[in-house]
Structures are given as C-alpha cells and as structure tokens.
C-alpha cells in the first residue's frame, strides 16, 4: 500500500485547493479476460459532499481501452458496467457501496458512448448497445450530475465489458449478477479514486500519486507542506501591501508532484471568478482582469493603463523526470492566466493545464509565480480569487 498526502490552504488572495483525481490498479484475473488498457477517471472535483463547498454535481470523465479479444464474437464490444466500491477494486470480492455516493440521476454528457442505453443507480453505471463498439477501441463517457463520497480518502471503480448487449446473458458464465458475480466478461479493470477536504487529507492507494503546494521550498514526499501553508499576498509597500500602477507585483507558492504514472501526470488549474481574475464582488465582475494575452514586468499599469494577473510556472530542477510547464504559462518572468471568455481557460469544467509530465516523477519542485498591477482606474477594494489545482495522473 503506498500513501498519496495532499494538503492545501486557503491564500488571502489567491487560494490554492489541491484536489487529487484518478489512479488506476492491475487486479489479477483468470487467463480467459483482458486487462483493459490506459483506463482512468477524472474528476471535475475530488473534494468530499456534504462538506460547506464542493463534491456535488461533480463530472466524471471515463476511459479505457478494449482488447481484439475472440470472445468478441462479433467482434464488438456490446455492454459493459462500471461498479464504485468503498473497499477493494478486485474483481469479485465483496463491493460496498462508497458513502453517499450518488450516480443515480447522473446523465451522459459526452463520449463514444453517445446513443447507447445508459442506466444508472447510486453507485452503478451500465451501458449497452446493440452495434457495440470495435474491439481494439478506446472507450470513453462523460457522466454529469455526481454527488462524491462524503468520506475522504480511496475509493474504487471496477469495469467489466461484453460481447453482448446483455451483460454476458449469452455466455458460458451466464449474465453479471451483481459485483461478486460478474458473469461472461471479456475484459476487466480497477480505477482508484480519492477525495479530498478543504483542509488536508491523507488517502491510501495502491498506485501512487503525491501532490502537495506550500508557501516554501518542499522536502521531499512533501514532509513540510502541512506547516508552511501557501498564504500568499500580491503587492509591495509596508506595512500594509498593496497592488498600484507603479509595478507588477509577485508572490511565489512551490508546489510537489510525485507520481508511478507510467504515462505521467496533467497539472490543472481553475479559478472560482467566473471572469477569470481577480474580483472584489466575489467574482461577479473582476477589475483586475485575466492576463490572457501575457505581460511582463515593464506592463505595469501606468505604463499601458492596463490592470492584470496571471502567473507562471519554473520548469524543475531536482527530483527525477520532468514536469514541464505549459503555454501560456511556461516563459519565466511572463504571466498569463488563460481565459477568452465564460466557460474558457481557467474557468472551464476541468480548468487550464499548466503543467504536464510524460512518466514517472519523483519528488519534482516546481515554483508557481503569481503577478499582478492594478490600472490608475482600478477600484479601490480586497481583491481575491480561489485557485484550485487539480493532478490526474494516467497509469
């Protein structure tokens, strides 16, 4: 069993939730089925319900690859079933439902899936289609209207998938009959999931993905994150500080990724304005807006009579591999926030990438450069935005 820790603060000005998503585990199966292959879940939010903010009308996007096995007959996959369990991912032993844990008036809202027949109950997905899908495929389903686990920590998907449209009916092991009786199934799989709290959270998984933030340099498997908190304050000036046109100003937060991802990990990056920068009317409007086009430190505001935020991400340079920055937010000293409008960039459904990895990391720093200026025109006020940072690591 390895841990995955994960903490996060709120930041006076710009608020940093880490949340962790999926990770997938090889369960041991009799010869005649397939393991599916690059299978993963990804959460639009992995904080936990039943919380004061977050883990409801959650999207859940589903992915994974099926085999050319024979035992597609018609050489189509024709069903398949998605089971969430609390207490193991191993096909056939036992699956108690996770907590609270709601699928039932989920809908479909994307994938190849489009036009199947998707049932589901709390903690159940079932699909079919007569036609089917090629075997040798990818999979996928987008799933909107979750409620998460109110528990923190693990919990698992199982997937199995048919020849038939029946879930097995027509095969020598008889139709699924419930998780401990899974009938005729071709190809199979677990996905480990997480869930997190607004405060910190420690989850055990058997495929590791670590993913810290702090308001210092990190050690290593993220030893000191929980006692230097990211509260950062963007400005200059003493005793109080204060953001004006004379200069863009900076603060800094470190954030650590470790992860056995065999295809790496994406960092994500979402922000609770609506408008994308940062707001003093809880983001109904934001004087400081997004620096989609990027600026520099000479873009102060009395220079182009611009107010701005954005941010940067340092490529590392410890730890082994490489998690690499992404545009715009990958040129040192030149901060963006992507965002051309509502539903866009950091505000999207599952928030801008800025940073990725091609394999595995261990213990990578990478520092995160948040900058803004405020116009002669800015008004005066407390501006703030949430930040959430998401990781999803693909196994």
Known sequence: MQKVHSYNRRISLVALVLLLCSSMLLVPRPAVADQLTSRTIELSDSRVSGGPTGGTNVSYSISFGISNSAGYTSGNMKSYIVDFCSDSPLIGE????????????ATATGGNTAGWTIAT????IKASDATGIAGGSTVTLEMGGITNPSTLGTFYARVYTYADNTFGSTGGSGAYSDPQNVGSDIDYGGVALSTVSAVSVTARVQEELTFCVAGAAITPNCANAASNPP?????????TKI?????VDTATAYMQTSTNAQSGVIIRMKNSNGCGGLSDDSGATCSIPPGNTP???ADTGGTTGNADYG?????????IGTLSPTAPYDTTGSYAMAYTGAGTGVVSTYGSQIASSTGVLSSVDNTLTFAATAANTTPAGIYTADMELIATGTF
Request: hydrophobic share 35%.
């Open 121 to 124: 109950t709390a903690s159940q």
């Open 295 to 297: 600026f520099t430190s």
């Open 311 to 319: 941010m940067d991400v340092a490529v590392n340079t410890d730890g």
């Open 231 to 239: 509260a950062l304050t963007i400005g200059h000036g003493s005793p």
């Open 94 to 105: 036992s699956c108690t439902a996770p907590t609270s844990l709601d699928l039932s008036t």
């Open 243 to 247: 953001l004006d046109s004379t200069a």
